[in-house]
């Protein structure tokens, strides 16, 4: 068994999978059994200031796809609608039973410097491991001027982190929305504001589908609907893309990153750590399967990192890093074709009409005594991968590269050659 | 009910309860939950192979995708403009050896889609819940034709040429319509009385008139048809039943397995049948097991299903084999009766046993009896042609060319009666539509 431990923020978790603050961290009963199941730490469900916020009835809605599987959720939820108190006494609680175990308190105010040092005093004073700032709830918070309303603005991302910073000694998490148009520019002012990590991605804005019978976006509040906050495995590739940007770009070294979104498996847990998250955070996932899903993260994370030799989390962390690159860094001369395997092909034809009508017309199908064959076209296949991802059957269709003799050369460095 | 019969629980005999639950549906429709599993799981094939095992050319991939993307009706249609049967297709077609057995997930997971059970799920879904028949007629043509047999392959043509515009004309021997749908099915295929729900169904796009207990050389001759109606298309089928040629079979209790399957069909209360506690099936086609199968569901408490050859040169798919089996019919290969014994009433079947040498069948001189109250013979059918004497009959069917057409002009003929493929309900229909919209091709040309 590999060791899950990890750092980040200078806190030290027994293994990297925290609950986001949403949810199933609501409160005592969820964490408690969070904790029983195995789960490193969590992240309260954001605290506000007092009076609390008022929840509708009906509030997620999903994503499916043709077979009911549920891509993503998207959800109309506030932050905690319980008094502060109670919550800050549940998690004295909760810290008292579970000495091992992580808890970040997760809070937004309004922009008002008292209001979130105040607000962030309190919450330390619970015995929280650290603070996570809530600067990307996308539906009704934001509204009323916080979540990602605060987000999207740097100079406000920095004076609400370093106002908490300037009262409290625990470390400082700046939580981002994906809802922007370049995730550097919040980072780049977290880093600023004197955040110790950044937490991203928070849910994207979204309409995840409409009610055809009542004419409205789903879901329905009498008969009206908003938009609302996705999530789920379909917002992990977002989620990878924006980690990895900050985890390569020079302006945000030295901020920590934990991540979210999507994260389902273990192998998704693994790709995050290998574009450089220090630890992870799951909410969508526990919201499909329930918390026994941790058993599963923990040992496939631990069954790779053996496999692959890897004694601690830090061993891979970020070592697909460096092999995330601008378009412009890629060997333009690397040349892949599809090869299909006829012994394992079940002559569905998917690979064929696919490239046929939307690519490049590089598969062709022969007729014989022993049914249909499939074979590529070497001179027509661009090797974009089409064929194999529609594939039904595992490891049918696979890419070769060609030995073409070619160096290593960019874009770049062709058009200087072409005079251009 | 499912494919496992209920049996008495105190060795007496089944009750009249247990009895109707024997003969209810053999596959239950799909639920909800199922109906979106197999949905979800068809690949979508391009020119699928299941499309090209249906007789009828079915877009199964289209049809089950539209179920999947929750367009029920829409999937209903895909099928009955192209097999306007596709209710009785879904329940009685042997799928496992057409569109199922195509199915490219037989190589890959082992398991085809549940094709026949979806395309009932939207069929049904149509027939019960749309107010409307799904198509409609074009714009009448003044052409009537007459049909010759209300069966699978008369009512598709009946129904396809309505379609067209013409007034259809079908002349039917028996008291109901629906051929072997009506008679000649296994009761658990057709549940609820599916086949005249089905004939109403059809009819209901209108134009189509049918007159029962009109038939062929007894109330009208072709001639008369061909003299009146601008085209005709018979779908006779084949109704003399084969004999065994064996003594003994003009005993009493020695039947016909298809006349006891229409008993079956035909009676409001099963529980009054009494077969005796042996009884006896001769033959390994589909009507021999649908025969056994029943008899045991009755309650027999014997059944033996006698083929002079071994289980491979059995007509009955292996799923119907399988299916007698379980139902608990002892089935004997290489076996060929030779003699019906009994004094009135048939007391037992001899049987010589039989082998193959250098692929012909012969007798091994071995012989051995069957105790037997009542004896089925289901050794096939024949053409009856007396009236048919104008057209070339080939090898006991009628002789068609590729549009369908026999030896004389404007008469069309389908289904069992020509030699167009198997003898099965989805080829009748198949034949019916193809002869329909040659028919059309030459009236309108």
Sequence with gaps: MADLRCSIAGIESINPFWLASAPPTDKQYNVERAFEAGWGGVVWKTLGVDPPVVNVSSRYGVHKDLGRGIIGINNIELISDRPLDVNLREIEQVRKNWPDRIIIGSMMAPVEEQLWKELAIKIANSGVHGIELNLGCPHGMCERGMGSAIGQVPELVENTTRWVREVVDIPVFTKLTPNTTDILLPAEAALKGGAHAVALINTLNSIISVDLDAMAPTPVVDGKGTHGGYCGSAVKPIALHMVAEIARAAETQGLDISAIGGITTWRDAAEFIALGANALQVCTAVMLYGFKIIEDLNEGLSDFMDAKGYKSIEDFRGLATKNTVNWNDLNMNYDLKAVIDKDTCIECGRCHIVCEDTSHQAITIETTENGREFTVVDDDCVGCNLCLHVCPVPDCITMEPVDNGLPYQTWPEISTLRGE | ?445
């Design chain 2, 1 to 445: 009910m499912g494919e496992l019969l209920k049996t008495s629980q105190s060795g007496g005999k089944l009750s009249p309860c247990d009895i109707e639950a024997n003969f209810d549906d053999l596959h239950p429709p799909l639920n909800d939950q199922q109906v979106n599993s197999w949905a979800s799981r068809c690949l979508f094939c391009y020119d699928a192979p299941c499309i090209t095992a249906c007789p009828t050319a079915i877009d199964i991939p289209r049809f089950i995708r539209q179920i999947a993307t929750d367009n029920v009706i829409g999937a209903a249609k895909t099928i009955l403009s192209a097999n306007i049967m596709g209710g009785t297709c879904a329940r009685a077609c042997p799928t496992e050896i057409l569109c199922e057995q195509q199915c490219v997930l037989n190589t890959g997971e082992q398991e085809p889609i549940e094709i026949g059970a979806l395309q009932r799920h939207a069929v049904d879904h149509l027939m019960d819940s749309a107010k409307t028949h799904p198509f409609k007629r074009a714009a009448n043509t003044g052409k009537t034709i007459a049909v010759i047999g209300a069966g699978p392959a008369g009512l598709a043509c009946a129904h396809e040429l309505a379609r067209l515009g013409h007034d259809v004309m079908v002349f039917e021997a028996r008291a109901k319509a629906g051929g072997l749908n009506e008679y000649g099915l296994a009761a658990y295929k057709m549940a609820g009385d599916f086949a005249a729900k089905e004939t109403k169904f059809i009819t209901d796009i209108g134009g189509i008139t049918i007159k029962t207990g009109q038939a062929l050389g007894r109330d009208f001759s072709l001639q008369d048809l061909q003299d009146n109606y601008d085209a005709v298309f018979i779908g006779i089928g084949l109704t003399n039943m084969r004999n065994l040629g064996i003594a003994g079979e003009d005993l009493s209790g020695v039947s016909n397995a298809l006349d006891f399957i229409e008993t079956i069909r035909q009676t409001s209360d099963l529980s009054t049948l009494d077969p005796g506690e042996d009884v006896v099936i001769i033959g390994g086609g589909n009507t021999a097991i649908d025969a056994a199968v029943q008899a045991k569901r009755l309650g027999v408490n014997t059944v033996t299903l006698a083929y002079r050859r071994g289980a491979e040169q059995m007509g009955a798919t292996n799923w119907e084999q399988d299916l007698a089996a379980k139902n608990g019919v002892i089935i004997k290969h290489w076996a060929k009766p030779v003699e019906i014994v009994g004094s009135g009433h048939v007391q037992a079947v001899r049987f010589e046993r039989t082998q193959l040498l250098d692929g012909a069948l012969s007798g091994t001189g071995d012989m051995f009896d069957l105790q037997a109250g009542s004896v089925l013979k289901a050794v096939g059918q024949t053409l009856v042609s007396d009236d048919l004497n104008v057209l070339d009959i080939r090898r006991g069917k009628i002789l068609v060319d590729a549009s369908g057409m026999t030896s004389v002009a404007g008469v069309y003929a389908g289904g069992d009666c020509i030699a167009s493929g198997e003898d099965l309900t989805v080829q009748a229909v198949a034949d019916g539509k193809n002869s329909a919209l040659e028919m059309h091709k030459m009236l309108e040309g």
